[in-house]
């Protein structure tokens, strides 16, 4: 099953919200101590789990702070407490634990794939050594006390990220999302919450943990995922039927304009690369390196742009953009003859 969906469920992310015992929330936590506190009660106790890297995001400019919300590794929330929070990642940055975010600590864990308990079971280790350090805010009514009433009880947010560019062309998407609702699941953009959606990337996960086990909701989250799977295998047979020489012709000229344009903006990036990806997926282009072509997604962003290329002086973002897009997809995409 999960080759059937590998390019369908992207992967998979687990996210827990835990908040220390007696202190106030981060609308009210202005005393640094408070924070620093927390800060350093984690990184206590990670140096135990691994060898993570602590980024303090007041030691970093705005910059590389943007770079990081690119990568889906820190939140616009902590980046909006940039004086008081930190974030620690683990070497393959599988792991990333914010603190002094919406809640005091978020820890997060996210693998490739279709498989929501590869990334709970490494999740839970590092939530077991918190939880038996940190006096954590817990009800017996109402499990884990967070800011948000939506993650009372577990505190557990059980997500997978998906590529549905035939559910997407079929207009059927915001039906899913009505009906996500109904059933207790949200649909989201690339970014999670208000985020608006780029290249047919939706996330789904639970939408509440009151009430239910985690067992409960990853069960749930990956049976609801499968439907959604499903209804794309078939769309995807639907419009090939319908629209075959249409989709082919978009897939040719997004590649087109990746090799050879001259000017590309981000939004206009994101779209064409997942023609391609689509293309490769339908088996009209060949993606020599799977995961060098993910990357692009982030590298070719804003802030990760600007580090990687050093964009200064008169050299306008949408032209190195161009530059650099255009050379990796000559290096790892073909189109099949």
């Known amino acids: 099953m999960k080759r059937k969906f590998e390019n369908i469920a992207i992967s998979s ?12 929330f981060f609308t ?3 005393e640094i101590p408070h924070a620093v506190f927390i800060i350093n009660s984690v990184k206590n106790i990670l140096s135990e789990c691994g060898d993570f890297d602590l980024l303090k995001l007041k030691d970093l400019s705005l910059n590389e702070c943007n770079a990081l919300l690119e990568r889906h590794i820190i939140s616009k ?4 407490n940039k004086d008081i929070s930190a974030v ?6 599988h792991i990333f634990v ?14 490739d794939g279709f498989d929501l308990w590869k990334p709970y079971f490494e999740l839970k280790k590092i939530d077991d050594a918190i939880l038996n350090e940190i006096d954590i805010a817990y009800s017996a009514k109402y499990g884990f ?9 577990t505190a557990m947010r059980a997500s997978v990220m998906m590529f549905l560019p035939a559910i997407e062309r079929n207009h059927d998407i915001e039906l899913i999302k009505k009906g996500a609702r109904g059933l207790g699941y949200t649909v989201r953009g690339l970014y999670g919450e208000g985020s608006s959606t ?11 943990s009151l009430g239910k086990s985690e067992k409960e909701i990853l069960d749930g989250v990956f049976e609801y995922v499968n439907t959604i799977c499903e209804m794309e295998l078939s769309a995807r047979e639907d419009i090939l039927a319908v629209n075959h020489d249409q989709i082919i012709d978009e897939i040719y000229r997004a590649y087109g304009i990746l090799k050879e344009s001259m000017i590309l903006h981000e939004d206009e990036m994101i779209k064409l690369l997942s023609l391609v990806k689509f293309g490769d997926v339908l088996g009209y282009l060949k993606i020599t390196d799977k995961k060098a072509f993910s990357r692009l997604y982030v590298e070719g962003c804003s802030a990760n742009l600007k580090e990687i290329e050093n964009i200064s002086g008169n050299l306008k973002e949408e032209v190195a953009r161009s530059a650099y897009i255009s050379r990796k997809i000559n290096e790892i995409v073909r189109k099949v003859k």
């Open 77 to 80: 929330e902590l980046i909006e």
């Open 98 to 111: 914010m603190v002094n975010e919406e809640d005091h600590i978020r820890e997060q864990c996210i693998f």
């Open 13 to 24: 992310r687990i996210r827990l919200a835990r908040n220390v015992s007696g202190f106030n």
């Open 88 to 93: 620690f990642v683990s070497p393959d940055e």
């Open 28 to 30: 009210k936590l202005r």
């Open 198 to 208: 780029y290249g047919s990337f939706y996330q789904i996960s639970n939408q509440n």
């Open 145 to 153: 006390i967070t800011s948000s009433p939506a993650n009372l009880g």
